[in-house]
């Protein structure tokens, strides 16, 4: 079946991106999304702005005009280590709502969920998988972020749990600060949190498992945080989201048959995040207080790579004892 009517629903940061690729080539595409203007939106704000200035450019946007506060340093703690410092990669934090905005100014949007009939239905969502659907199995992190004009430490600073429960964190966004935390239990992230002073609070669940198998049903296919496109490690999404809105649009371009196109995008998906159902299984595994052996090295290295993708110096023989002991 040909695609000549396409609707998004979700406008963060994958689905405007994928709106406007769209759109630049021609397609017939409407975005969906019910949230209103200015809606505090949970997310760490934070990303690589080296990574993100290359999908940016494919939309003639200038990323750093975007930029809020970029990294110096970045200090991690953790239970049982002292606090370890690692240099930036591009680590920084930025204006999403406005982003999300230019991303999309002019084209046809909606605030409402999608009505009408379409040949294809992306899912943008996020963690709620509105279109696709619950997933057969999945892992949700809850995490409750802040935004803060006071905080103990200046630069960019994460403070991980015992066990590989999850972090806190404190980043800083221009003239305010926001603090968050996430946590498989509660009673951790009410106790990190709750001595915080802030100006607003909002929160939401992470999806730590990749769904790299679930990414389309019949004519919805998804991209983003939908299919679990989510460092299990970092819990960044921004990132990775734009990678697979990038896939879907070049599966797009390549074929007219909507069949062929999810089917060769699921495949592309799979190749291009496979790792991180290594990196999966490693959470799980720190999670669960299994021993490490040898064959664990290669998902460390890849642990590694993921947190300097994230723009982080990272050098992983300064805190193995955490988090391989």
Partial sequence: MKIERIAIGGLGMSGSYLMRRLADSGFDVTGFDPKVPDYYIPCGYATNINKLRQYMRKIGI?????????????????????????????????????????????????RERISGEYDLIVDATGVSRSYLGEPESDLLMPAREYLTDASDHPDFYFHFFQGGKGYYWEFPLGDHFHVGAGAINLDVLDANLKPVPHLLITGRKIRLKPLLDQVYTENIVGIGEAIGTVSPITGEGIIPSLRSAEILFQCMKKGEDREEIVKDYSREIMKGFRHYNDLYNLLIKVQKGETFHIRDLKSAMLARKDLRNFGIDFRITRVAKHFLS
Avoid at 65 to 89: C, N, Q, W
Avoid at 94 to 99: G, I, V
């Fill in 62 to 110: 200038d990323a750093d005009e975007y930029i809020l506060s970029s990294a110096s340093k970045i200090t991690f703690s953790g239970h049982d280590f002292r606090p370890v410092e690692f240099g930036s990669m591009g680590l920084c934090t930025f204006d999403k709502n406005r982003l999300e905005r230019d991303m999309i100014a002019g084209l046809n949007t909606k």
